[in-house]
């Protein structure tokens, strides 16, 4: 599995549904395409929401983005992530 760092900006019309059961739904699809949630927060700033996910492959993470998008009618951008150490590894060699 392979992390990803999810940032998400509501339009109007998502503000106007927020509510815990769609995030159970949301949470939901993450799980049906086989990516698990480690964390979600509400932010302030340039985004309002922040999901660090784990997904097998980047095709599944490109999936969730796209269906949260349409579920929620969130704007999702998908970043992959790695560790620091791993950063590091990567650029010793």
Known sequence: ???YI????YSSEAIDEI???????AIRLIREL???VNVMYAVLGGFDLLLIVDFPKVET???????????????????????ISDFDNILAK
């Open 34 to 36: 086989g990516g698990d």
């Open 61 to 83: 993470a490109m999936k969730a983005s796209l269906g949260l998008a349409m579920l929620t009618g969130i704007s999702f951008a998908t970043y992959p992530v790695v560790n």
């Open 1 to 3: 599995m392979s992390r």
């Open 6 to 9: 999810m940032v998400g900006k």
């Open 19 to 25: 509510s815990s059961n769609r995030t159970e739904k």
